[in-house]
């Protein structure tokens, strides 16, 4: 049973960064593999960064790679998303998910956290 939260999400000019936030309850965070994923408005929900339960494993979406940095630090049970160089085509809601195996199908991930808006203007 693992419970997500994130924060971090905002306003910010294009060009711009944010750090992102997912704090998670539960003994099993430090076994899971962790994925920031996204939704903007009337598109599909896409995967951002997948992370696995060491660190040592990492995926990003071509659209974010170079940009993106995803990490975890197990003691404080939180996985970050610092995001860099921000496009308005990042602007989406962004959720974190656990899995219990790595994966980048966002159907393998069996807890979400509620999502934060990330919204970058021009």
């Known amino acids: 049973q693992v419970q997500l939260v994130e924060s971090g999400g905002g306003l910010v000019q294009a060009g711009g960064s944010l750090r992102l936030s997912c704090a998670a309850s539960?003994?099993?965070?430090?076994?899971?593999?962790m994925g920031w994923f996204r939704q903007a408005p009337g598109k599909e929900r896409e995967r951002v960064a997948i992370?696995?339960?060491?660190?040592?494993?990492?995926y990003y979406a071509d659209s974010v790679k170079g940009r993106f940095t995803i990490s975890r630090d197990n003691a404080k049970n939180t996985v970050y998303l610092q995001m860099n160089s921000l496009k308005p085509e990042d602007t989406a809601v962004y959720s974190c998910?656990?899995?219990?195996?790595?994966?980048?199908?966002?159907?393998?991930?069996?807890?979400w956290g509620q999502g934060t808006q990330v919204t970058v203007s021009s």
């Open positions: 992370i696995n339960w060491s660190g040592g494993l990492t």
């Open positions: 998910a656990a899995a219990r195996v790595y994966s980048i199908d966002s159907d393998r991930y069996d807890y």
């Open positions: 539960g003994r099993t965070f430090s076994s899971s593999t």
